[in-house]
């Protein structure tokens, strides 16, 4: 279940009003988050007994920020309850107290709040900051660091590697399914935590992205949305490409994955060319913020594809993680009625899609990815090249064949770094493709399938082999997988220290 918001309790002199203010402001970020809520004495209710409100709020408090200053040191309440109070939590571990420095402060070593680390980094206070407001913005990324933090500590802020299922979560299954579908997951969990890097602190991003076969009328068999669901939860984003009309399997894969999970779609591009499919980003909510802005790719007139827009409309939509934001793109390139045509359109839309996305990143203050299938043969094709032209960065380490028999690259991911951006630089540590058939729908379990394979015969299929029936369980294509290593520049550091700020 998500976690409800932590509460910051702020523990600060009436003189200092104004710049606790601004620091609520500077926060409204991470309560639109749903990471924290805060709360100070000016929520006391008129004829309530104060400073009995006051320590009641600050025992349910999970965070503690001191807004220290002469005026604080100076008030005998603060010193002899709210400070005692707040630092018997911090004993116990029940809180975290967070020294804030709002001026230098002689003998500061002194203090009890001392031993514990300060904001804005280094200990150096507001006052000497040229700049008050990157100052409030490397104080709220303190305070965020420090929340999840203390969530981790209190029982994890988020899964750090693939979902394990327990029995209460396998039991909406049918009884006869149970016991191979627990199986099935366990072999899946298994190479996936072996696999993939596991999630780190605001260090990195797991980026996916995968092209989901539509199923022309194949049931989802039981246990199908409980492999899909095992192998997207290891990842932070996933861009996901040929999604049914029908939503009921999607949508079945979101409640299983559950409440930490948010998803968004694309309409169906009708026709033979847009295959009538949709487009999605999948996306784990306690490491990934939706920034609220989402569109499909619409091209200006001087930039059409042979006159027209693109078959299937890229999806894009801006995203936070921690202060590393980031647009991602998710697209399928047409794939044509003749291997001619297929080639030569696939290859304009990837152009045309990569100068857009290209200039997006040059005139923007977000980061720029990429991630779809390009429909692509090899792994230094026409599309590969054409993102490398336009800024993004592909290495060829990155480039894994991604259909199930492993000798075409249909899929991949870039990253295209703006310059104007002020969060953290990225790099690509690893990356890879998952090949989900080596552990369920697996060809030795052809036989248990015999049936449901007879019985499956979609629309407009006469016959049906196994091969092709469990590709519409579950996909024709390997997943595609990317680590992104978030750096921030020691300017950008916001480790503090222990260091003594004096007047």
């Known amino acids: 279940m998500k976690h409800p918001p932590l509460k910051i309790f702020f523990c600060y002199a009436h003189e200092d009003r104004p710049l606790r203010q601004e620091l609520d402001a500077h926060l409204d970020l991470l309560e639109r988050e749903g ?10 209710t008129p004829g309530t007994e104060w400073s009995a409100e006051i320590q009641e ?8 920020v001191c807004l220290i200053s002469k005026a604080f040191l100076k008030s005998e309440y603060i010193a002899e309850v709210e400070m005692q109070l707040a630092l018997e939590l911090q004993e116990k571990g029940k809180a975290r107290v967070i020294p804030l420095l709002l001026e230098p402060i002689r ?5 009890p709040v001392a031993k514990l680390e300060a904001l804005p980094s280094k200990a150096k206070p507001i006052s000497k900051w040229k700049d008050r407001v990157r100052a409030l913005d490397d104080i709220v990324h303190g305070i965020r660091r420090a929340a999840i933090g203390f969530l981790i500590e209190s029982g994890g802020a988020f899964e750090f590697n693939s979902h394990a299922f327990s029995e209460a979560e396998l039991a909406r299954l049918p009884a006869d399914v149970r016991d191979s579908t627990s199986d099935g997951l366990k072999r899946l969990r298994t190479s996936l935590v072996q696999s993939v890097p596991r999630r780190k602190l605001d260090r990195n991003l797991l980026v996916a992205s995968w092209c989901l076969r539509k199923r022309r009328g194949v049931r989802p068999w039981p246990e199908s949305p409980f ?5 997207l939860s290891t990842f932070d984003i996933v861009a996901l490409q040929e999604i049914d009309r029908d939503l009921a399997s999607i949508r079945e894969v979101v409640d299983i994955l559950g409440p930490e999970w948010a998803y968004f779609l694309t309409d169906v591009k009708e026709g033979p060319q847009g295959n009538n499919e949709r487009l999605g980003i999948l996306y784990y909510r306690p490491r990934v913020a939706f920034e609220h802005v989402a569109g499909e790719v619409v091209l200006p007139e001087r930039m059409l594809v042979n006159g027209r827009q693109f078959a299937r409309k890229p999806l894009v939509a801006s995203f936070r993680a921690g202060d590393f934001l980031f647009r991602i793109c998710t697209a399928h390139a047409y794939f044509g009625a003749s291997i001619g045509e297929k080639r030569e359109h696939a290859i304009e839309e990837c152009r045309v899609l990569a100068k857009y996305l290209g200039q997006l990143a040059r005139r923007g203050r977000e980061h720029v990815l990429i991630a779809g299938d390009f429909n692509m043969i090899n792994k230094d094709s026409e599309a590969v090249r054409a993102f490398r032209k336009a800024g993004f960065r592909i290495p060829a380490k990155t480039l894994h064949p991604s259909n199930i ?3 075409k690259y249909y899929d991949m991911i870039g990253v295209h770094e ?4 002020s969060g953290p630089s990225v790099r690509i540590f690893a990356s890879g493709a998952f090949n989900h058939f080596e552990h369920v729908f697996r060809k030795r379990d052809g036989d248990a399938y015999a049936d449901a394979v007879v019985a499956d015969h979609g629309e407009g299929l006469s016959r049906m082999s196994y091969e092709l029936w469990r ?10 997988w990317l680590e992104l290593q978030l750096r921030r520049s020691r300017a950008k550091s916001t480790r503090s220290t222990r260091a003594s700020p004096s007047a």
Do not use: C, E, P
Request: hydrophobic content about 45%.
């Open 227 to 231: 492999y899909l669901a095992q192998i």
């Open 418 to 421: 703006s310059k104007a951006a």
């Open 57 to 64: 709020n600050m025992r349910r408090a999970d965070l503690v």
């Open 107 to 111: 003998n500061f070593a002194k203090l």
């Open 471 to 480: 590709t519409m369980q579950l996909s024709d294509h390997r997943l595609v």
């Open 35 to 44: 990471l924290v809520t805060t709360w100070y004495d000016g929520r006391i």
């Open 405 to 407: 028999a492993g000798d």
